[in-house]
């Protein structure tokens, strides 16, 4: 009988990735959904106008991590096989300027559901993102044993959410797992987030239509990843006999500055004519250095990473460079109209 899922945040690249993991393998996806005034569904909106035999496995659900009653009530109606927990407000940055909303969301929200999927009665796995940010000030290379020393409102949500997950796993004999993401990037990663903002940027200077990139910290380092890899382990953390934490990374650290060297080399350019320092983005407290040892993921899940952060930052440019051009020429035809 095929299996059925619900992931929250489904709109975010995760999401969709995960989304479309799933489908491949003959699931039925429900994906979780805030109600707003405008669409954000673009990331999605290929699978869900899909054709029908598609569509009619993957059913979207307006409700909010913010909202316990409305999560009893989803669960109970789609009794869910899988559940996976993306949904949160994750930029690092913001989470400085709204710390209570990303406090409700990020980890409140996380135990909201938690103890939905416990009131609901289901027999269900629960997948939660955590995050490399938890590890903080901590130095590389960090793993499962690696102590948390968050330095942001984001990473002390998922730290909160983090050891929720472990106490329900405890507590209630919930199958519940932490996936410890390090960073993860692809064509789908929203555009204020660094690695996005480069590759857009490299576009857009690349035809022309801006000169200068403004950022900020360019010594941070980072493990970088591909997201559709990374999707790969949340899944098999869910397949195991028993419920664990595992850090999911591809071990090698690139700052900010390789980052932006390998972005503008793919297209051509030269970094330093085109980058500039702008204050506004550094973050009241910095994480210096991480850098993931996923040694556990690939013992016990069968997860190794292939994309390394040169290719990736080679698969974005291409993708934003094509999908600009077909932004410039659909605004071609509409003038010529």
Request: charged letters at 25%; proline letters at 4%; hydrophobic letters at 35%.
């Amino acid at each position: 009988m095929a299996k059925t899922a619900l992931i929250t945040g489904v709109t975010g690249q995760d999401g969709s990735y995960l989304s479309e993991l799933l489908l491949d393998k003959g699931y039925t996806v429900h994906g979780l959904i805030r109600r707003s005034s405008s669409f954000n569904t673009e990331r999605i909106d290929h699978i869900y106008q899909g054709p029908e035999e598609e569509n009619r496995s993957f059913l979207l659900h307006h409700a909010d991590l913010a909202d316990g009653v409305a999560l009893v009530n989803l669960l109970r109606d789609i009794r869910p096989d899988e559940v996976y927990n993306l949904g949160a407000q994750s930029h690092v940055r913001v989470s400085f300027d709204a710390p209570l909303y990303t406090g409700d969301i990020t980890g409140l929200g996380t135990v909201r559901l938690l103890e939905a999927v416990r009131a609901s009665g289901i027999d269900t796995r629960v997948y939660q993102a955590s995050s490399s940010e938890m590890f903080g000030a901590n130095p590389p290379p960090q793993n499962e044993r690696t102590p948390f020393h968050p330095r942001s409102p984001y990473s002390v949500a998922k730290v909160y959410s983090y050891w929720s997950t472990v106490n329900y796993r405890e507590a209630y004999g919930m199958f519940a797992v932490n996936g410890i993401l390090f960073n993860h990037e692809s064509p789908r990663r929203g555009e204020t987030f660094v690695t996005r903002k480069i590759t857009r940027g490299v576009a857009r200077i690349k035809a022309g239509l801006q000169t200068h990139l403004h950022l900020g910290n360019l010594d941070a380092v980072r493990d970088w990843g591909y997201a559709p890899e990374y999707v790969e382990a949340m899944w098999r953390m869910l397949q195991c006999d028993a419920p664990d934490d595992y850090v999911v990374a591809t071990g090698e650290g690139v700052s900010v500055r390789q980052f932006l060297e390998y972005s503008f080399a793919h297209a051509g350019l030269d970094w330093r004519e085109h980058v500039r320092y702008d204050a506004k983005y550094e973050r009241p407290s910095e994480v210096d250095a991480l850098i993931g040892d996923a040694t556990k993921a690939e013992e016990l899940l069968g997860w190794k990473p292939v994309v390394r952060s040169r290719e990736l930052a080679g698969i974005m440019v291409d993708a934003d460079i094509r999908q600009l051009s077909d932004q410039l020429a659909g605004a071609a035809v509409r003038v010529d109209r």
